[in-house]
């Protein structure tokens, strides 16, 4: 069996290591892979998100399981480009991966149907996002939407007078993290669970 890992990081690398053990697999290769990966998998440099190549090159190869590690691709549906092609893929579909593309479709699915998670609010003008902070409090995390690899911002402070210029900044998109809108949630309280 001829496998393909889409990805390039500490998760790919876990998942080729654990693929290769199988007596099933004869070859194995990585797109793009890393210079650790490569010791165990052939890598083909391919970016991740290349949907179209990395379709082509499944095709040209003959690969029977594709396997993606990343959700930038996912969310962009190579999934869906594998399937319409008759190539065996695992991975969710654009529209599943949606889940960890958009924090707030992710927020907005569990409060429909009644999975607990913390409250949370959503905006695209920083003015209410700020207010909204105002009557919260803190502490409280400010993410943008998008991917879930992008890292929210958690304020435990009381000092707030920092906080607004920091959310005009990234709800205006002057911050790397800027997405389609911002969601505010409160924060968890870690400790001990009976």
Same mark, same amino acid.
């Given at each position: 069996?001829?496998?393909?890992?889409?990805?390039?990081?500490?998760?790919?690398?876990?998942?080729?290591?654990?693929?290769?053990?199988?007596?099933?697999?004869?070859?194995? &290769?990585?797109? !793009?892979?890393? $210079?650790?990966?490569?010791?165990?998998? #052939?890598?083909? =440099? *391919?970016?991740?998100?290349?949907?179209?190549?990395?379709?082509?090159?499944?095709?040209?190869?003959?690969?029977?399981?594709?396997?993606?590690?990343?959700?930038?691709?996912?969310?962009?549906?190579?999934?869906?480009?594998?399937?319409?092609?008759?190539?065996?893929?695992?991975?969710?579909?654009?529209?599943?991966?949606?889940?960890?593309?958009?924090?707030?479709?992710?927020?907005?699915?569990?409060?429909?149907?009644?999975?607990?998670?913390?409250?949370?609010?959503? &905006?695209?003008? !920083?003015?209410? $996002?700020?207010?909204?902070?105002?009557? #919260?409090?803190? =502490? *409280?995390?400010?993410?943008?939407?998008?991917?879930?690899?992008?890292?929210?911002a958690s304020f435990a402070?009381?000092?707030?007078?920092?906080?607004?210029?920091?959310?005009?900044?990234w709800l205006s998109g002057?911050?790397?993290?800027?997405?389609?809108?911002?969601?505010?949630?409160?924060?968890?309280?870690?400790?001990?669970?009976?």
């Amino acid at each position: 069996m001829k496998v393909l890992v889409v990805g390039g990081g500490g998760r790919e690398h876990a998942l080729v290591w654990k693929i290769v053990q199988s007596p099933k697999v004869s070859q194995i &290769f990585c797109a !793009p892979g890393n $210079a650790g990966i490569a010791k165990l998998a #052939q890598c083909v =440099p *391919i970016g991740a998100e290349d949907i179209i190549a990395l379709a082509d090159f499944a095709q040209r190869e003959g690969i029977d399981l594709t396997v993606v590690g990343p959700e930038a691709p996912l969310c962009a549906g190579i999934v869906d480009e594998f399937q319409r092609r008759g190539l065996r893929i695992f991975g969710p579909t654009k529209s599943a991966a949606e889940i960890e593309g958009s924090k707030v479709f992710c927020r907005q699915l569990l409060a429909k149907w009644n999975i607990p998670s913390p409250k949370f609010a959503t &905006f695209d003008d !920083p003015n209410e $996002a700020k207010a909204y902070i105002r009557q #919260q409090g803190a =502490p *409280i995390v400010v993410k943008a939407d998008g991917l879930a690899a992008v890292r929210a911002a958690s304020f435990a402070l009381p000092w707030t007078k920092h906080l607004e210029p920091l959310i005009g900044l990234w709800l205006s998109g002057n911050l790397e993290m800027q997405g389609k809108g911002s969601l505010l949630r409160s924060s968890l309280k870690v400790g001990k669970h009976p």
